[in-house]
């Protein structure tokens, strides 16, 4: 019997394996639905699933930009344990992503939409079927792989009449300015529907990687939610002092620059963002009735997520790659057969992600993996394991070196910021401590100070508080094999 969800019957009387259908996007913020606060923003498909789900209140990723987070997600590891510390380095070839450590050849299972861990148009790691949306990544394929092959949306696009706009590539900010029905997440519907239908007697994984809502941050939608109210994020204004890290003060100087800083010009794009995510709530709307219509909820695991957040305002900032709450926090929502609606306010990390799907899919827990099943959790109870530990390698492209530097920075400076390393913790108790080998360190009370407006770390008021939690990032990097001195 399978201990995970409750899987139900099958037609010849045997007990039905449970299937997987994993729903996320790149780049959205944890408050982009009613769940997590915000009832202005229009996501009636994901409202619903949400009430329907246990929701992680407080999720946070392994590191806050695509590659590292998305090998977490997928591997179950550590962006340092599984070689992908930065964007565009590929996922090993020997590394086990899910359906991999599932091992289960009665599954059916596909890949559609965003990879982004190396070959990104070529099926790999266990999805016997693929969907690509991207054709940007070509330059990072592995030797032997052919450069001049199109995703499947780019035939997608050619099959409507359209032409290459890029160098015989559909660039994004082609295809975002495409009708509805050419989009993205259109395309992607239909293909994650074609597969459902298909596959509907068999057990399977799907996963459905949505680009949206992240950059270019305009689409069809642009004029679905109106900026005059839409509200600013309460730490807007907050200046970014002198004792915050140089690179995000750079990096909120960039923004500003390339953004706008003004109230108006963040409205305007905080519009365009909520219209991408209402966007992909569509088409998640459209799979799951699709699910429902062929009888498939009571048995199907379903997760919604993303691989990091988005500054959106906050600080003035916008994009990713700090540890700022808005960054490194993403909604989490399971919906799992036999597993009650529910809240979950303790801190989780998505390096949990595979070992609970793989106790809620009734498999034996992997010893090699580093997290820990948040089933109990989901159940009411407790888990092992309350801190929560985010990490951030150099070079990961969050900060562009000027050849003359900046009004903040000389050239010398911003390259060394630009290849420091940090680790954070996170507690049930609401602190953040943030160790940086060549940056400003943070600490911030997130009970008091939710918008992480002043940095207590050299108030001199907290020595036994960091201690405390330095130990606590101490003995977690003994623990998975982290060597950073910090």
Same mark, same amino acid.
């Given at each position: 019997?399978?201990?995970? #969800?409750?899987?139900?019957?099958?037609?010849?009387?045997?007990?039905?394996?449970? !299937?997987?259908?994993?729903?996320?996007?790149?780049?959205?913020?944890?408050?982009?639905?009613?769940?997590? /606060?915000?009832?202005?923003?229009?996501?009636?498909?994901?409202?619903?699933?949400?009430?329907?789900?246990?929701?992680?209140?407080?999720?946070?990723?392994?590191?806050?930009?695509?590659?590292?987070?998305?090998?977490?997600?997928?591997?179950?590891?550590?962006?340092?344990?599984?070689?992908?510390?930065?964007?565009? =380095?590929?996922?090993?070839?020997?590394?086990? #992503?899910?359906?991999?450590?599932?091992?289960?050849?009665?599954?059916?299972?596909?890949?559609?939409?965003?990879?982004?861990?190396?070959?990104?148009?070529?099926?790999?790691?266990?999805?016997?079927?693929?969907?690509?949306? $991207?054709?940007?990544?070509?330059?990072?394929?592995?030797?032997?792989?052919?450069?001049?092959?199109?995703?499947?949306?780019?035939?997608?696009?050619?099959?409507?009449?359209?032409?290459?706009?890029?160098?015989?590539?559909? +660039?994004?900010?082609?295809?975002? %300015?495409?009708?509805?029905?050419?989009?993205?997440?259109?395309?992607?519907?239909?293909?994650?529907?074609?597969?459902?239908?298909?596959? %509907?007697?068999?057990?399977?994984?799907?996963?459905?990687?949505?680009? $949206?809502?992240?950059?270019?941050?305009?689409?069809?939608?642009?004029?679905?939610?109106?900026?005059?109210?839409?509200?600013?994020?309460? !730490?807007?204004?907050?200046?970014?002092?002198?004792?915050?890290?140089?690179?995000?003060?750079?990096?909120?100087?960039?923004?500003?620059?390339?953004?706008?800083?003004?109230? $108006?010009?963040?409205?305007?794009?905080? &519009?365009?963002?909520?219209?991408?995510?209402?966007?992909?709530?569509?088409?998640?709307?459209?799979?799951?009735?699709?699910?429902?219509?062929?009888?498939?909820?009571?048995?199907?695991?379903?997760?919604?997520?993303?691989?990091?957040?988005?500054?959106? &305002?906050?600080?003035?900032?916008?994009?990713?790659?700090?540890?700022?709450?808005?960054?490194?926090?993403?909604?989490?929502?399971?919906?799992?057969?036999?597993?009650?609606?529910?809240?979950?306010?303790?801190?989780?990390?998505?390096?949990?992600?595979?070992?609970?799907?793989?106790?809620?899919?009734?498999?034996?827990?992997?010893?090699?993996?580093?997290?820990? *099943?948040?089933?109990? @959790?989901?159940?009411? &109870?407790?888990?092992?394991?309350?801190?929560?530990?985010?990490?951030?390698?150099?070079?990961?492209?969050?900060?562009?070196?000027?050849?003359?530097?900046?009004?903040?920075?000389?050239?010398? $400076?911003?390259?060394?910021?630009?290849?420091? +390393?940090?680790?954070?913790?996170?507690?049930?108790? /609401?602190?953040? @401590?943030?160790?940086?080998?060549?940056?400003?360190?943070?600490?911030?009370?997130?009970?008091?100070?939710?918008?992480?407006?002043?940095?207590?770390?050299? *108030?001199?008021?907290?020595?036994?508080?960091?201690?405390?939690? %330095?130990?606590? =990032?101490?003995?977690?990097?003994?623990?998975?094999?982290?060597?950073?001195?910090?």
């Amino acid at each position: 019997m399978l201990a995970g #969800c409750g899987a139900g019957p099958m037609r010849s009387g045997r007990v039905a394996k449970p !299937n997987l259908l994993f729903l996320w996007t790149d780049e959205q913020r944890a408050d982009t639905m009613a769940a997590y /606060g915000n009832r202005t923003i229009h996501t009636p498909h994901l409202n619903r699933l949400a009430a329907e789900s246990v929701v992680f209140e407080k999720a946070y990723v392994t590191q806050p930009v695509c590659t590292p987070s998305r090998s977490s997600v997928m591997t179950g590891l550590w962006p340092h344990q599984n070689g992908c510390t930065k964007n565009n =380095i590929p996922l090993p070839e020997e590394t086990a #992503c899910f359906p991999e450590l599932v091992n289960d050849p009665d599954y059916r299972t596909a890949y559609m939409g965003k990879w982004h861990l190396g070959d990104e148009i070529f099926a790999q790691h266990g999805f016997e079927e693929w969907a690509a949306i $991207e054709d940007g990544y070509a330059r990072y394929y592995r030797a032997g792989r052919e450069r001049n092959r199109r995703s499947d949306y780019h035939h997608f696009l050619v099959e409507k009449g359209y032409r290459p706009d890029s160098k015989g590539r559909f +660039s994004r900010n082609f295809a975002a %300015r495409r009708p509805l029905e050419h989009c993205k997440p259109k395309f992607l519907e239909g293909r994650a529907c074609e597969f459902l239908r298909r596959h %509907r007697e068999e057990p399977f994984m799907l996963y459905v990687n949505f680009l $949206e809502p992240h950059m270019p941050f305009f689409g069809p939608l642009d004029g679905e939610h109106d900026p005059a109210k839409v509200t600013l994020p309460a !730490n807007f204004d907050d200046p970014l002092e002198a004792n915050e890290p140089l690179r995000y003060r750079v990096k909120r100087e960039g923004c500003i620059e390339k953004y706008g800083g003004s109230e $108006e010009a963040m409205r305007a794009l905080i &519009g365009r963002y909520w219209g991408l995510v209402t966007q992909v709530d569509r088409s998640v709307g459209a799979i799951l009735r699709t699910l429902e219509e062929l009888g498939l909820k009571k048995n199907t695991i379903v997760v919604f997520s993303s691989d990091h957040g988005d500054m959106m &305002g906050s600080h003035r900032l916008v994009e990713k790659s700090v540890m700022y709450e808005e960054s490194v926090r993403v909604p989490w929502l399971v919906r799992a057969p036999g597993m009650k609606k529910r809240f979950v306010r303790q801190p989780v990390s998505q390096i949990d992600m595979a070992p609970t799907l793989l106790d809620l899919m009734g498999r034996p827990a992997e010893k090699t993996l580093p997290g820990q *099943s948040l089933v109990p @959790l989901m159940r009411g &109870g407790t888990v092992a394991r309350e801190d929560v530990f985010i990490e951030w390698h150099p070079n990961s492209g969050a900060l562009k070196v000027k050849s003359g530097g900046t009004k903040l920075a000389t050239k010398e $400076e911003l390259k060394r910021v630009e290849n420091e +390393s940090s680790r954070a913790v996170i507690t049930p108790d /609401g602190w953040k @401590l943030v160790l940086s080998d060549v940056e400003k360190c943070q600490l911030f009370n997130l009970r008091e100070d939710p918008g992480e407006r002043t940095n207590l770390y050299d *108030s001199g008021r907290h020595t036994k508080t960091i201690k405390r939690l %330095r130990e606590k =990032i101490q003995r977690w990097q003994a623990s998975v094999g982290d060597t950073l001195k910090v």
